[in-house]
């Protein structure tokens, strides 16, 4: 899958692993840089790639709990056939990248975090009830 897909699924993970587990699933921070969230370790790990697959990522499924396992697996379920670029653009539309790049022009380079507080907050004022 491309690199900004990656970014985007795993934004999502941890967004809604802190409303369904209530715990993030992992404790790197989430930037709003320009093109949507990213977490700047694993760009990191595949800086210069426009692709990427499992052995360019290093990390261990097994670590992931049962819970964490059934968040990642239902965030690919209902995002993960969209395309990067689809993603992107919802995560300019949502509150917590938005309200983490306010005051900073569009193109813009910024890295405020969006923090676990903000997605929470967004994602169980959505949550189905």
Known sequence: MSAMKLQKLVYYCQGWSLVWDERP???EKIKAWVDGPVVPQLYHEHK???TVEAKHIPGNADALDRDGEDTALAVLKFYGDRTAQWLSDLTHRE??????RKGLAPGERGNREITHQAMAGYYSSIKKK
């Open 25 to 27: 699933l992992f404790h």
């Open 48 to 50: 210069g790639r426009f």
């Open 95 to 100: 509150r917590p990248w938005k309200e983490a």
